[in-house]
Structure formats: C-alpha cells, structure tokens
C-alpha cells in the first residue's frame, strides 16, 4: 500500500497543552500509536496524559497499532484535538495500593485491640475469640490472594488511569473493607467475640474456599484471551462462564458470603452489598459488551452474575 505524508492541524481540547505543535506531519500509513507517540514526544508528554479525537465528528483516534491513520478518516490538513488527561498511574499499581489497605489495617486493629477498644470495667482485657483469628485470616487471605493475582496473573486493556481516581478506589477498599469491618469485629462484646458455631463456620469455610479457587480459575481463564502487552478480547469459556457472563464476580460473591457468615456483623454485610452492586453493574455492562463486540458468535447469557439472580 502505497504512503503519502498527511500533515495534520493540532489544536488542544481544554486546557493547553505547552509545546503541542500547530501542525504534525506523519505518513498515512503510520500507525495511530505512533501518532500518539509523535504527539507525546513533541508536547514533553507521557503518551498515556493524551486522548487525541478528529475534529470533524469528535470520533476517538485510538492508541493502537493495529489501527493506520489512513483507516481512520484522517486525511491532509485535517484537524485532530489533543486532550491532556492529566497525571497518570499505572493500573497494577492502583490494584496493589487498593488491595493494601486492608491488609495493613485488619492485623493492625487485631494486634492493637487493648489500646483501641480499652474499657476501666476490663479486669483484664479478653484475648482474641476464634472467630476473630479466623476471620482475619479469612479477610487477609482474600486480599493477599488478589495482590498477588495483581502481581503476576492480571492482563490489562489500558495502561493507565488519571491519578486522582486513586483516592476514590482505595476508599471502597480501604475504608469499607479495611475500617469499617475490623473495627467492628475485633471489639470485644461484637459477634465474632462469641463462641463459634461449627454448623456455621464448616459450610461457611467450604463456600469460602470454593468462591477463592472458583475466582482464581475464572481469573486464569481471562488472562489466558489476552497476550501479554495485547489489547485483544475473546469469548471466555470454562468454569461458571456457562451459567453467567461473570463467573468471578459469582464467586467472589461467594466467598464474601462466606466471610459475613463467620463474622456475622452488620459491617460486613455492608461491604457485601456495596460490593455486589457494583459488581452486578460491571457484569451487566460486560454482557452488553460481548453482545455488540461478537454478535452471532457469542451465546447471550439470561443472567450476567448471579444464576436465577441477576
């Protein structure tokens, strides 16, 4: 295919851009990514603050190297618009940063309870009940499992995000699943100071290892649609994909199910509902995505997460 050099006319979207070019000249069969990078180079930007759109429909150039300026309507003296998305973090390290919080914080308000719940009527204070250790060993296990999948089995679709998100993120996990559960659990005088209930606890831990390992398998089974560094989708298939569109999302369910059983405290039963509803979203969105993405060659899925559910 035969190459022609397209100068293209640069303007900013929103606030300015220093040392964004006027103009930019790049061959037609370049590719959008290289576009980006140019643009990156020329403004003294990370490639990831750019969002580059054409400025005769608005539509999106993506950041692609599968995608040529010629195929992308682009022509000679053509006008694109170069937004500055702002700072940018990485997305494994928003993970680690999110998952984090409450790895630190349910051991510290453990190994801290005489200080944090003191009370003068304590002849002496009590020590931790079963169902404290366990579930604390229960919540960190959860956390310590998804940090370690952030770490070496997680492929992502976009490389960044802007870094002011980050705050947003670790508040549902460091605050509700952090704060919000060991501070209420750890307490003297809470559920899980009680006795524990073995015709509770046995299922509960057996619906817990299930919704991990089932999580786990589902995880696998989407890194496996994607190289590593690709961008490409796939139709998912194994485990759980049969009866639900998110099948991690089932079993992560489960196993936070598991976690109130053996808590049983109004605080995590709050987390559970936040999570769950976010995560109903995501699946239903997903399952919408598949839908316009495959067409005929995905099988619609009735329920996106929970069978019979949702």
Same mark, same amino acid.
């Given at each position: 295919?035969?190459?022609?050099?397209?100068?293209?006319?640069?303007?900013?979207?929103?606030?300015?851009?220093?040392?964004?070019?006027?103009?930019?000249?790049?061959?037609?069969?370049?590719?959008?990514?290289?576009?980006?990078?140019?643009?990156?180079?020329?403004?003294?930007?990370?490639?990831?603050?750019?969002?580059? *759109?054409?400025?005769?429909?608005?539509? =999106?150039?993506? %950041?692609?190297?599968? $995608? #040529?300026?010629?195929?992308?309507? +682009?022509?000679?003296?053509?006008?694109?618009?170069?937004?500055?998305?702002?700072?940018?973090?990485?997305?494994?390290?928003?993970?680690?940063?999110?998952?984090?919080?409450?790895?630190?914080?349910?051991?510290?308000?453990?190994?801290?309870?005489?200080?944090?719940?003191?009370?003068?009527?304590?002849?002496?204070?009590?020590?931790?009940?079963?169902?404290?250790?366990?579930?604390?060993?229960?919540?960190?296990?959860?956390?310590?499992?998804?940090?370690?999948?952030?770490?070496?089995?997680?492929?992502?679709?976009?490389?960044?995000?802007?870094?002011?998100?980050?705050?947003?993120?670790?508040?549902?996990?460091?605050?509700?699943?952090?704060?919000?559960?060991?501070?209420?659990?750890?307490?003297?005088?809470?559920? *899980?100071?009680?006795?524990?209930?073995? =015709?509770?606890? %046995?299922?509960?831990? $057996? #619906?817990?290892?299930?919704?991990? +390992?089932?999580?786990?398998?589902?995880?696998?089974?989407?890194?496996?649609?994607?190289?590593?560094?690709?961008?490409?989708?796939?139709?998912?298939?194994?485990?759980?994909?049969?009866?639900?569109?998110?099948?991690?999302?089932?079993?992560?369910?489960?196993?936070?199910?598991?976690?109130?059983?053996?808590?049983?405290?109004?605080?995590?039963?709050?987390?559970?509902?936040?999570?769950?509803?976010?995560?109903?979203?995501?699946?239903?969105?997903?399952?919408?995505?598949?839908?316009?993405?495959?067409?005929?060659?995905?099988?619609?899925?009735?329920?996106?997460?929970?069978?019979?559910?949702?």
């Amino acid at each position: 295919m035969s190459s022609n050099t397209v100068t293209l006319s640069v303007r900013p979207r929103g606030r300015p851009v220093e040392k964004l070019p006027e103009e930019s000249s790049i061959t037609s069969n370049a590719s959008g990514a290289e576009l980006y990078e140019q643009l990156a180079r020329q403004a003294g930007f990370s490639v990831h603050r750019l969002r580059i *759109t054409k400025g005769s429909d608005g539509s =999106l150039v993506p %950041y692609s190297k599968d $995608v #040529l300026i010629n195929q992308t309507g +682009l022509r000679d003296q053509s006008t694109i618009y170069v937004k500055d998305l702002g700072p940018q973090i990485d997305w494994r390290t928003v993970f680690v940063v999110e998952y984090l919080g409450p790895i630190l914080i349910h051991p510290i308000i453990y190994l801290l309870r005489p200080y944090i719940y003191s009370n003068p009527g304590y002849s002496s204070f009590p020590a931790p009940s079963q169902l404290q250790t366990l579930s604390l060993i229960l919540i960190t296990a959860h956390f310590a499992k998804r940090e370690l999948e952030t770490l070496f089995l997680h492929r992502f679709s976009s490389a960044t995000m802007p870094l002011r998100n980050i705050f947003k993120n670790s508040f549902h996990y460091w605050a509700l699943a952090g704060l919000n559960i060991a501070f209420w659990i750890y307490r003297p005088g809470s559920p *899980t100071s009680k006795p524990a209930n073995p =015709l509770l606890v %046995y299922p509960a831990l $057996v #619906l817990y290892f299930i919704g991990e +390992l089932g999580n786990l398998n589902s995880h696998i089974a989407l890194r496996n649609l994607r190289s590593s560094g690709g961008k490409e989708r796939g139709i998912p298939h194994g485990t759980g994909f049969g009866l639900v569109t998110s099948p991690n999302y089932m079993f992560e369910t489960m196993a936070w199910l598991a976690i109130w059983m053996v808590t049983g405290s109004w605080s995590t039963l709050f987390f559970d509902v936040v999570a769950v509803g976010q995560m109903a979203v995501w699946a239903k969105k997903k399952e919408g995505r598949y839908r316009k993405e495959f067409g005929d060659k995905y099988k619609k899925k009735r329920y996106s997460m929970l069978p019979g559910i949702w």
